[in-house]
């Protein structure tokens, strides 16, 4: 079945919205408020995509359970991941925060981003995603699937 495509519109998130306090991390300093909606989610609730946005503040953040790719479409963040050095984005701005991350983000002014992110998957769903694979493979090679 066809699939349609979504657009993203940076404007989702009322600028006057209420966040709740930061929870993608621990509070080091300021009263950082959050608040995101998610646009579109696939691949079994493990890939979401949508608009997120945290107002100034620092926050720590230890073994970040996504890979996720962003677009800063507003605003200024100091990124410092742990035993590094701090980095500067801005608005227009594109980076990769990796699974696993730790460091903190000491938000200058509001940050207002696209993300996009690929959850962890259990042991269990990887590995029935490779027996499938297996099968899917054999069965193409013209061995049946019950061979398997």
């Not at 699939?3 to 600028?15: K, P």
């Not at 903190?104 to 029935?128: C, F, N, P, S």
């Amino acid at each position: 079945m066809p699939q349609s495509v979504l657009r993203i519109d940076r404007n989702r998130i009322a600028d006057d919205e209420i966040g709740k306090p930061a929870m993608f991390g621990t509070i080091l300093s300021g009263d950082p408020r959050e608040i995101h909606r998610n646009l579109y989610d696939g691949d079994g609730g493990r890939f979401a995509s949508g608009v997120w946005q945290c107002t100034p503040g620092v926050v720590a953040m230890k073994d970040w359970p996504y890979d996720e790719f962003c677009i800063l479409l507003s605003g200024r963040v100091v990124i410092t991941p742990e035993g590094g050095l701090p980095q500067e984005y801005r608005a227009g701005d594109a980076l990769v925060l990796p699974m696993g991350f730790t460091g903190t983000w000491d938000i200058k002014e509001t940050v207002r981003k696209h993300y996009a992110v690929q959850k962890r998957q259990t042991a269990l769903a990887r590995l029935k995603t490779r027996v499938r694979g297996w099968l899917g493979s054999g069965a193409r090679k013209g061995v049946p699937e019950a061979a398997f």
